[in-house]
Structures are given as C-alpha cells and as structure tokens.
C-alpha cells in the first residue's frame, strides 16, 4: 500500500525555474547549504534519520567524498543500476514507488526527501503522496542548462517565506509550499514557521490590519481614509534593500527624488522634466492658487525637505534663489558628527520648521530622522507623522534606507538597520480594493544595492543615479493608484 509521503527539496532561479548548470549548482552559497543540510538531516527523534532520494545524475555529480550524503539513507533512483545496496548507507531503486515501498519497510526512517534532478521531481509532482516542496528562490538569473517546468506550483500553496538572505551577489530565501492535493494525514506542527518571515509581510499586514480594524476618519483631500495611530516597521539593510516586491516600486524616481532633497531643491520642475511626476500636483498653477500662493511660479513647493535638510532657518524666497552658506545644513552636521562623534544622540534631522509651514506646499509628512551607529553599522529611525500606504510608504522606506546607504558609503561605514515609525497611518478609502490585490501575492526576497565601489564619494551631493545598481529585484505588476492631493 502507497503511504510512505515524502517532500521535495529544491533551489531554482526566481524567473526561469533554472536549477543546474554543467551537472552542479549553478551558485555557491554555503548558508543555502547549511539549510539544505538542516532540512535533510533533522529529526525528532535522535533515534530515527531522514532518507534523500535522488536521480542517478544527482549521484554522480556529487563530490566522491561525499557519497553518500552524511547522517541520511541515500536512495539512489535508476533504471540501469542494480537494485540493492550500492554503497554504505546507499540503495539503489529502480522507481520513486520502489523507494518509497522500500523505506515504508524501514523503522527507523522519519522523512523522505527528494533532492533532485529535474527529472525526478518533475515526476514527483503529479504524485498524491508528495506533501509539501522545501524551495530556495534565487533572485538573481544565473546561467543554467537544467530547468523546473513553469508554473509547476500552480497546486501548492506558500505557508512559509523567510527574510532575505544574501552572498555572493545573490539574494535568495527559504520558502516552503504545501501540496493542495495531498491524501495524507496533516501534520500540524508543519504549518509552523520555522524562520524570521519576510519583511515585507510587515507592511502586507499592517495593510491589512488597517483595512479590518481601522478608524474610518476624513482628511484634508476629501478621500476618506482608514487609519491606525503608532506603528513600528524594522528592515535589516546589512543583507538586503527594502524594495518592496508585491507591487513594482518606482525605483528610479525614489533615487532622483532623494538626489533632489539633497541638493537642496525645491522646484518640482526638475523632478518633472526627468519623467518623476511625483510632485507635479502639488506644484501645479490650480494647487499653489487654492493655497494662496498666486505669485508663486509653477513648480514652487517653498522651504519644504531639500530646503529643510540644507538650510534650516533661512528666510525663503524663491526656488531660483541661491541659498548657499545661508541656515544650519543639518545633513552636512549629521555627516560629520558620525564620523567625529559617531556615539552621539542628537544625530538628527528636522523636516517640521513650524515657522515654515505656512510657506510649504505640502508640509512634511517624513518629519524627523534620527542615526545611531553602533560596530561601525550605520542605523536611521525616521518618525513620519502622515503615512499613505498605498503610495507613499513603499516610496518613503525604499528613499531613507538609500539614505542610510549614501550615509554609510560617505562615514565609511556599513550599513545596520532602518527603523520606520508610523504615526497616522492610513489607507485612502479608494484604494482599498488595489491593497486587497497586493495582499493576496507573497513577497519575493528583497534585491541587493549595490554602490559604485570605483568612485570616490567627497561629498553627500556627489552620488548620481548611475551609481547604484540593484540586483535581483523581482515584482509583481504594478497597481494603479491615485494619489490624494
């Protein structure tokens, strides 16, 4: 009788399923090994061991000193070998039903687990007694010659995702898929998470804790919002970038806009004329009038961030004046208090000058950042008082954790955590049915930032879009949202 279940243990690239080149793995990333290692080899009971069930190739690619695989029965799945032991520890099969007949009479065998190649787990696939697929998911596309078939999950679900990990350039994470036709007994404990979840699901969640038991309240655009007061998000920036992935995030216009702050600027124009029209309502002619700012040009946002950051204090004139020398230039005070001080509290930076307010198109909602450097890792916690979810918030975690970066690579510095604290935090009431979408897609790892190691970086001001490289960011499609002005 068919009751032995069994997993699948696998690591493919993200996109096109690849999973082997030249009959080894296309990558090298010893912690993806360690968990490979992990998964095969533990047991509940000290008593019992696990069995690895393999195609004939996935035998004979192995290092000679690692036959058989340590701790583990191996099964070895061929149509040319001798049924029997091959070797200590190591039988040979004609067929995946053969294996499984043959650990069913085994006692001291917990749990099946096929390693590979593409062959045999194709093949496993379509068995009912396959019960759930162990899958690492490399972000970045690699070269391979040996691919898993599209849309072979389209019967199992996610139950588990971890954080992102990274080496070697790659970003890859643990995920587990449990098998919707699976006849077996379910085992509880298997829908336990058993690493750190993605940390995107942070932002999916509070989405939707948001749009379940939120306040429903009015706001100054007229929309209607959802919303929840004081909320807390933590990205660890050492391993991956914050680039949310269930929605594709507008990369280029996060880095031009952060370039922009920098510099000081306050003309929406500049922005606009570089295809990032993020600011082209609140500067355009029919805002700034219904504000009061008749005799302002086009494009004028007054002393908001980039004002704020550079030249706290100053009197504010202009986007054409040339401010130079005039105000505290708080980020050039932060830069060098971490490299003269880096063990001080007051590494802060302030974008609500109540004094300016009045003047200021859209009064700051990131109002305040705080650093912390503790290893030589750089940290920012920044406090934002008015948090859209939908829009803004994938826009403000992906522009202070390049902040950070840029910091960093300035201090000399690596980089630690960024922190994001929520004050009002809402979902505008029209886009609650495009959030309800981006919840039901999982998370992909996050991508890597990579910065241009071969320039050398004088100043805060001297970093350019062309400097920064993500690698493996994946995304699911975009979600058209209107935004609230």
Known sequence: ????????????????????????????????????????????????????????????ALPKKQQPLKDRLNIVISTTMQEGQIADHSYACKSLDSALNFLEQQNQIQDALVIGGAKLCQQALSDQRLRQIHLTRVGVEVECDVFMQKDYLKNFDMIEVSETQSENNLNYDFTRYFNKNYKGQVDPSLFKKMYKPHQEYQYLELIDEIIKNGHVKTDRTGTGTISQFGKLMRFDLSKSFPLLTTKNVFWRGVVEELIWFIKGSTNSKILSEKGVKIWDGNGSREFLDQLGFKNREEGDLGPVYGFQWRHFGAEYKDMHTNYKGKGVDQLQDLINTIKKNP???????????????????????????????????????????????????????????????????????????????LGDAHVYSNHVDQLKIQLERAPYPFPLLKINNNKQYNSIEDFTLEDFELIGYNYHPKIQMKMAV
């Open 1 to 60: 009788m068919k009751t032995r279940h069994f997993d699948i243990v696998l690591a493919q690239t993200l996109k096109k399923q690849g999973i082997g080149y030249k009959n080894s793995l296309p990558w090298r990333l010893p912690n993806e090994l360690k968990n490979f290692k992990k998964i095969t080899t533990e047991t509940k009971n000290k008593g019992l061991q696990n069995a690895v069930i393999m195609g004939k190739n996935t035998w004979e």
């Open 343 to 421: 063990d001080s509290r007051r590494m802060i930076m302030n974008a609500w000058n109540v004094k300016d307010l009045p003047l200021m198109a859209l009064p700051p909602c990131h109002v305040m950042s705080q650093f912390y450097v503790n290893d030589n890792k750089l940290s920012c916690m920044m406090y934002q008082r008015s948090c859209d979810m939908g829009l803004g918030i994938p826009f403000n975690i992906a522009s202070y954790a390049l902040l950070t970066h840029m910091i960093a690579q300035v201090t000399n510095m690596q980089v630690g955590e960024f922190i994001h604290v």
